[in-house]
């Protein structure tokens, strides 16, 4: 309780200098310098190799405790509606890469199969069951369809199999007449490249995971995540419309391809394909009716309506029934395949082709995977672990790659079931992979009638969320305006400069803000709130009130080589008298000066000496102590040579302020350059006869201070205060003592 | 001095939150948002005509103050050692640029000569007429050789002539026998192309100043451009072996051409021409030897002994009078034709092919020169402007592209005289520009047998003080880790990737780090230092003691999106108790509560109501001001239905502390990410019955989250301290109100 006595008032100590500080609270000598304990910091500590074998195959750790009484049930239920949910959406995606169908199933079933195993976990640590299910197992109503960006990556691996293995290649004379594309010979060529890619995107990723480069999704900030998916979404919705419009079209690569698209199309809109767009219209409207009832009745329905299945059984029923495909000229997805096919190798004769587009494919991939976990990660308060994540979609990656998969972003997207289905686990989503594979092996080839036009259009509704992104533009306009600019040029550079280039163009703009941003701080000159001993801008609190002859001055940002001429720059500003001209005139001054002096001397020099001369020397260091300026003033009139003669001894104007403060509580680190500056700033204002302590400097950057050689005879740690209002007591007793000082010798 | 005397001791004032803090101090409703403002800072403010005029001619303002008296004679003297040494130089850039040695004479005349209207002035106000002239007149003995960046622009030139002006092009067999390349033709042609780049490097750099693109060399630290020019001072070096060794070498441009040209240099070492190997060694002793002497006895001497000159007029004389060319096959430098030429027109058919270079240049010339005048102004104290400077180079570049001038850096080397040699201003520029002037016109023609290894000599031996920057390395090691690491990165990047690219790696790099550096704080818990109220490190200071129950935390840094993450998770590191787990744990408790509680109902439903359930929301508002939980506890036993149970009462761990205080001293900006994370930061606490409190909180920081809609209900400004010891000051006084209120319940 006396503890908490002495603590509820302000015991009127004395004013402690940095220097005095260090003694009284016994600091500890600086510890060596920190670049060592950084790497250490990012560097894998020696783990057992049970936890290492924890930690790259998680289920191991959770799968015995998994509490089958409670949970399997709700699992099943839950992995049967998202088997079935799934569905269309993998034919979707195979449609979106430019690949026959039935990968689109492969892909659906082995990644998410592998991902069981892999899939992350929260921490290290045995965390409770939930928790390590946690990252695979998210649902969120309005985050549900999540197709969006794990269309992003199909469509990066569309653009590229339609640029490399063109449809032209293979085309065949058959009856001497038309040539027709031998579609066979094409996806061959096709599923061999993609896979190639999909390999090779695996290796990416576990290479960068092993090399613990996942840290990179911290520059992925929130608002550039956002503008990013929402930006890939338009991309995507421009690559389906030619489906929905029934018109045949090639494919663009590079940037502002999605220019060169959308005009490409609006030229051939006149070959509008009537039957489709009508198809795609009845479909796209409802499965948006269905998905806003959906919506509106979660909570009454056992679980949510099935609606793109229903779409896509109905849609080939009548297919099949009218035969569009010959009436209409309605083009279908055509022969899927039935069976899995054994593991073939992919080509390494494309790598060298690929590599590059591989890596943008790993890097996007991952990037959305781990901005749409941090997403839920901030709404659900869990983290992810960023280099297993990436590990974890490396190797679903490389497998899927020998069994004809695409390159997935995240199996994120598969576990987006909503709760009310009742999924507690990854086990719902192998349950989910297991009724696609049922899907491959028997009813697929049910689906060659299906109209790609209705693929099409659960792709283009299923972007619907991502459009919801665009109202972040008004609420980011009231909240933040810096993140406002982040995600409007992340959106345009996405658009403009396509999914990979827009991506680095992002993040390195979205850093650069954060230069900026301590580029142009604030600066301020602070008063003190009356009676109090709290400090803040003159100009935003009425109250605060300069104290008199100091300047007090701060700001916002810390200060490092590019900032510290515009600090320096800022104090002499609003320190209200041109510093750098006072000193000129000074330096003139003195040069006078000695002339004279030099004059005098020789007629003394002739006279001879009446006074010694060396009995000046005590009075600088008076004038270095602050206040001794009317000492000197005294002697001046006497002594013809003052070796530091003043402001007022040379007739020059005396700044109105003895003293300045520099708060330096938002400094985080200081660089040589600001280290020269501030000494610079010491020496200028010393010209000129003001004192500069600096105020509430925090421990690191008094060692790099130190470190940096700052310190020296002229700045000393007692120019050093834990606070600003030690600072200015100190300066007014300073202040005080002298003025007694001074009439005592009167 | 009443106002004094307040200040001089602690006033045992009221602990203010910052909500009372704003009412007390009358603060001002926040200013509208900020980027407004910052587009306007950069903007330029309509100037009168005449300060414009000023401004970018500032001779017009020095030039009728012009002291002819006291100045004339000393800038005369100047400007004649000045010409004199320079002329060597002169010949030796062109020889680096690949061209005839009178365009190197051109360059050091006319560029020179104008940028005495265009130079840099040191404030837009009339300052004193020394503080005008110091961009251009700089002496400091141990700077002086700064030939190593002019050359830096020459090489880059000169791989450019001769990768698209190459001399097989000019190959024509005279007597039907050897192809002998013809010089003439091919020289023009040179001169044509370099002309042009010259023209193009000038309109670039007035376009950037112009666009007030001069802030860019703020991104130029002190150790990114010691390494720079350390790294260009190797490029230099190796351009010049072929010299020295007297063998013919192509040109390599691109990466790592460096490598290259050494291999290619290594295997052709067996051509070495003894007689011109010897010839540079002898050149370059003498050199050496005369400039240490000058540089000891630089009191003494009234200039120093331009022993450039002497060598290449005493090479010169032996080369003709021994015939060396014939004789030992020394290359020489050939005709040098006298007179001026009258200016051409460029030829704008290079403009497609040489823009990407010319920007290079454009941008590593400013760079350079901007960079060197930052060296003297953190010398000198004054600044330079960056805009100004970009203009004025570009008009001497632009202009002197017609010329025939090669593109110039700065003519700041030319200014570095020694102020023994008594020049003053700018017309010491002028006057030595009138001795080059002279040479061309008359002299120029006989120095036709001068060896070109003397010129490589020339520039090597300049190179040295270059070279000395490798000295860095220590002193950087010692001082500033991060740093050397900038000065290691820049050089080998410039090594590896050439001027141009490696130039914005580095800058690049640069930037970087200070992200690196906001992303690995700090992190430490605070205690109070014994009887004091300043709070610092426990594990720095030895008399820091934690105050009981209450956990301050304080990173190093600022908290934006990439780090905040880091933050909250060292948080709940350091307050010692695993916050998530806990949260967890009650999750479940609760749950369990609440099974059991539906049971009670149920049973209590049976047996009719005994209490009315109403009775106790009063409580768990009790339990939100922080010290409630005794009382909660005491209720626990009587009332089965507390609708918020505590831990304690759910039979778990209770944390240690019940409060944390964050010190956002160092926070200087927040973004949309960073305020999510408090807000879960504040949530998650709550959840295990800790207040969060925070302190020292910026005035611009506290605005910006209050327009990121931080605080709530929950969430108020009477969470916000100004100071760390006001928070804890107000947590202990809450503690006993609530201990007493506690035992009178009792």
């Known amino acids: 309780m006396a503890a908490e006595m002495a603590l509820s008032h302000r015991a009127p100590r004395e004013v402690l200098s940095e220097a005095e500080l260090e003694e009284v609270a016994k600091r500890k000598p600086p510890t060596k310098p920190s670049l060592r304990g950084c790497l250490h910091k990012t560097r894998c500590s020696g783990s057992a190799a049970k936890s290492l074998l924890f930690r790259f195959l998680p289920f191991l750790r959770w799968m015995p405790r998994y509490p089958i009484k409670d949970w399997l049930l709700g699992d099943i239920l839950s992995g049967f509606s998202v088997g079935i949910m799934h569905l269309p959406q993998g034919l979707a995606y195979a449609l979106l890469a430019g690949l026959p169908p039935v990968t689109g199933l492969y892909s659906s ?204 059984i109905v849609s080939t029923g009548i297919s099949y029934g009218v035969n569009l495909n010959d009436k209409f000229g309605i083009s279908v997805v055509g022969n899927i395949p039935s069976g899995l096919k054994p593991p073939v190798a992919p080509n390494f004769s494309y790598f060298g082709q690929v590599a590059g587009n591989a890596f943008a494919i790993a890097v996007v991939g991952y990037a959305i995977c781990i901005s749409l976990g941090k997403i839920f990660a901030l709404k659900h308060g869990y983290k992810v672990d960023s280099n297993q994540e990436l590990i974890a979609l490396g190797l679903c990656n490389f497998l899927g790659g020998f069994f004809q998969c695409f390159a997935i972003s995240c199996s994120m997207s598969r576990s987006l079931v909503q709760e009310s289905t009742g999924g507690n686990s990854q086990v719902a989503g192998v349950i989910a992979s297991l009724v696609i594979l049922v899907t491959i092996l028997k009813i697929g080839e049910l689906f060659r009638d299906l109209p790609k036009a209705i693929l099409s259009a659960i792709i283009i509704v299923n972007l619907k969320g991502m459009f919801k992104q665009f109202s972040d533009l008004s609420s980011l306009w009231k909240s933040n305006k810096v993140d406002l600019l982040v995600w409007i040029v992340t959106f345009i550079a996405t658009l403009l400069l396509n999914l990979d280039i827009g991506l680095a163009a992002s993040v390195a703009f979205g850093l650069l803000t954060v230069i900026f941003r301590t580029q142009l701080p604030h600066y301020s000159i602070l008063g003190r709130i009356s009676d109090t001993d709290v400090y803040r801008d003159v100009v935003e609190y009425e109250m605060a009130q300069e104290v008199p002859g100091v300047k007090i001055f701060r700001s916002s940002s810390t200060i490092y080589f590019a900032n510290v001429e515009l600090y320096a720059e800022a104090l002499k500003k609003k320190s209200g008298i041109d510093v750098d001209r006072l000193i000129e005139k000074k330096k003139k001054a003195l040069k006078k000066l000695k002339k004279q002096q030099k004059k005098l001397e020789k007629e003394k020099a002739k006279r001879k000496k009446v006074l010694p001369p060396l009995q000046s020397p005590s009075l600088p260091q008076n004038a270095e102590d602050g206040p001794g300026l009317s000492v000197i003033e005294l002697n001046v009139g006497e002594s013809t040579t003052p070796s530091e003669p003043t402001l007022h001894s040379l007739g020059l104007p005396q700044p ?68 600003v209002h030690d600072a200015v007591v100190h300066i007014s007793r300073e202040r005080q003592q002298a003025s007694v000082d001074h009439s005592t010798r009167m």
Chains 1, 2 share one sequence.
Do not use: W
């Open 656 to 723: 109105t302020f003895h003293a300045v403060i520099l708060d330096f509580s938002p400094v985080s680190f200081v660089d040589t350059v600001s280290i020269k500056i501030l000494k610079n700033i010491f020496r200028d204002f010393h010209e000129i006869e003001v004192d500069v302590f600096i105020a509430s400097c925090s421990v690191s950057v008094l060692a790099q201070l130190e470190r940096g050689n700052f310190f020296s005879s002229a700045i000393t740690k007692h120019s050093f205060f834990p606070s």
């Open 109 to 312: 079933f082995y990644p998410v199969f592998l991902y069981f195993f892999f899939g992350t976990s929260r921490h290290n640590s045995v965390g409770p069951l939930r928790e390590v299910l946690v990252p695979t197992l998210i649902s969120l109503p309005t985050l549900y369809p999540f197709s969006g960006p794990f269309a992003v990556i199909s469509v990066m691996i569309g653009s590229l199999t339609e640029s490399l293995v063109p449809s032209e290649n293979f085309l065949e004379s058959v009856n001497g007449s038309n040539a027709t594309v031998n579609e066979e010979l094409r996806d061959a060529a096709r599923v061999e490249l993609v896979a190639t890619i999909t390999v090779l995107t695996g290796i990416f990723q576990v290479a960068l995971g092993l090399l613990q480069f996942g840290f990179v999704v911290t520059y992925l900030s929130d608002p550039l995540v956002r503008g990013y998916t929402t930006a890939a979404s338009v991309h995507v919705l421009v690559s389906q419309l030619k489906n929905i419009f029934g018109v045949s079209q090639g494919e663009n690569s590079g940037p502002l391809s999605l220019f060169v698209t959308v005009i490409d199309l609006c030229k051939k809109l006149p070959e509008t394909n009537v039957g489709t767009l009508v198809t795609a219209i009845i479909a796209m409207v409802a499965i948006l009716i269905v998905k806003e009832l959906n919506h509106k009745f979660a909570a009454k329905l056992p679980m949510p309506i099935p609606i793109e299945l229903i779409t896509i």
